[in-house]
């Protein structure tokens, strides 16, 4: 009888120190993981980036719908599949903002070409530092993965160079009517002095 | 030909002062200026400073003008100056006190467009000037006319009446009695003649029928003064060209 009731004590004990066996599914909830996914997931569709990186994106996609169903059943897996889910987006992200600012580098540099084609960053000097500016700032941001500010700088860059580019030609073609009339002045001025040389 | 004589004259002087001024452009601050700023201009456009471009051009501009007007205005007032010495000349050998008594109209003419003449040279008008210089001399010109014709005998009398005569070699008829001088010297105006007598003739609508001593009336075409009938021993001056 002293042997059982020790028994039964003793099991008491180690069920006790060893801990309960029943789930609590806050407990391990990978949060965080998730909303980061929610995040990448996010920014993805707004910049449509999922278009230079589709096989990834949909590895990404399947793991996290398999991590958002394994939320608050089975965390552990949960969060495997979102930390594999967010790896994918990542390089989805990165893949895309690489692709994205090519096409904005591209873009870019066009409309610079056609600004120093007119000496744009002398006739109209404001306007062109103020689109390198924009851009030195859009290509930092996009080292950054900073997609959000990156892009409309990038825009803002296109468009002060289209800007500097026009005040640029606006000038130079006044500069041009300007050297045709003196040019006129000077042929009456040779005309009336029957052609007297002029150098 | 007087006009001819001014119209030289002025010619050469403006050739004159045209060569004198080719010359002195190479000499001229204002012009070298303006190379010097074109200059500057082409330099700032190669850099791309338009701004500057245009208004080293333009600088330049306005001194081509400045030195091109500055130069016409030297031609005019040689032109004006030269004028001016001709009306002086021609008015000093005019014989003012007959013009004064027989044409003070055309002498007040002359006097007062030169006065006027002397003025816009003083105020630097050389256009005014030239223009009245010219007034000047074309009412020296119709006084020395006037006073010419009045040496010559007074007034201008041309014959009323002539008769048609047997010319040898060269028979009368309406053309040839038209191209008379002291006629119309026209032959073309026969018909004018023509048609004033056609009734004295003995086929009316034959001009080619006339008969010596048969009497035409000469009608004035350009107010000329006609009396009496033509005397081949007497000078008659031709009809005034208009």
């Known amino acids: ?199 | 030909m007087k006009s001819m004589k001014r119209l030289f004259i002025i010619i050469v002087l403006f050739c004159a002062a045209t060569v004198g001024f080719a010359q002195s452009l190479q000499d001229n601050p204002d012009y070298q200026a303006a190379l010097q700023l074109q200059k500057s201009a082409e330099e700032a456009y190669a850099a791309g400073d338009y701004d500057k471009a245009d208004t080293y051009s333009a600088q330049a501009e306005e001194l081509f003008n400045k030195v091109r007007l500055g130069s016409d205005n030297g031609g005019l007032k040689a032109q004006a100056d030269a004028l001016l010495k001709t009306l002086d000349e021609r008015m000093s050998k005019l014989d003012m006190e007959r013009a004064n008594a027989e044409f003070p109209d055309q002498l007040t003419t002359a006097k007062t467009r030169q006065g006027a003449a002397k003025d816009a040279f003083d105020a630097e008008d050389f256009q005014q000037s030239i223009n009245e210089a010219q007034a000047a001399l074309a009412a020296l010109d119709e006084l020395d006319s006037l006073l010419a014709k009045a040496s010559a005998g007074g007034e201008v009398v041309l014959p009323k009446y002539y008769v048609v005569r047997l010319v040898p070699g060269n028979r009368d008829c309406f053309w040839n009695i038209a191209g008379y001088p002291f006629v119309y010297g026209d032959p073309m105006k026969w018909k004018l003649l023509y048609d004033a007598n056609k009734k004295k003739l003995p086929v009316p609508n034959d001009p080619n029928l006339i008969l010596p001593k048969q009497v035409f009336e000469i009608p004035p075409i350009a107010g000329e003064k006609r009396e009496g009938t033509y005397d081949p021993a007497k000078k008659y001056p031709a009809l005034p060209k208009k």
């Not at chain 1, 599914?25 to 995040?39: C, F, G, R, S």
């Open chain 1, 1 to 199: 009888m002293k042997s059982a009731i020790g028994f039964g004590l003793l099991s008491i004990a180690l069920l006790f120190f060893s801990g309960c066996p029943t789930f609590d599914p806050l407990k391990d909830l990978p949060q965080t993981e998730y909303d980061t996914a929610q995040k990448y997931r996010a920014r993805i569709e707004k910049f449509h980036f999922d278009q230079y990186a589709p096989d990834q994106f949909q590895a990404a996609e399947s793991a996290f719908k398999s991590g958002e169903g394994n939320m608050k059943k089975d965390n552990l897996a949960a969060k495997k599949s979102l930390d594999e889910a967010n790896a994918d987006y990542k390089v989805v992200m990165q893949k895309g903002i690489a692709a994205a600012r090519k096409i904005e580098d591209e873009q870019i540099s066009a409309v610079r070409e056609k600004a120093d084609g007119i000496k744009a960053s002398v006739a109209a000097e404001t306007e062109y530092n103020a689109a390198q500016d924009a851009y030195d700032r859009a290509a930092k941001l996009a080292d950054e993965e900073n997609w959000e500010e990156a892009q409309p700088l990038f825009q803002e860059a296109k468009q002060k160079y289209e800007s500097a580019y026009e005040t640029a030609k606006a000038k130079k073609e006044k500069a041009d009517a300007q050297f045709e009339k003196t040019k006129q002045a000077q042929d009456a001025l040779n005309a009336q002095q029957g052609g007297a040389k002029t150098e």
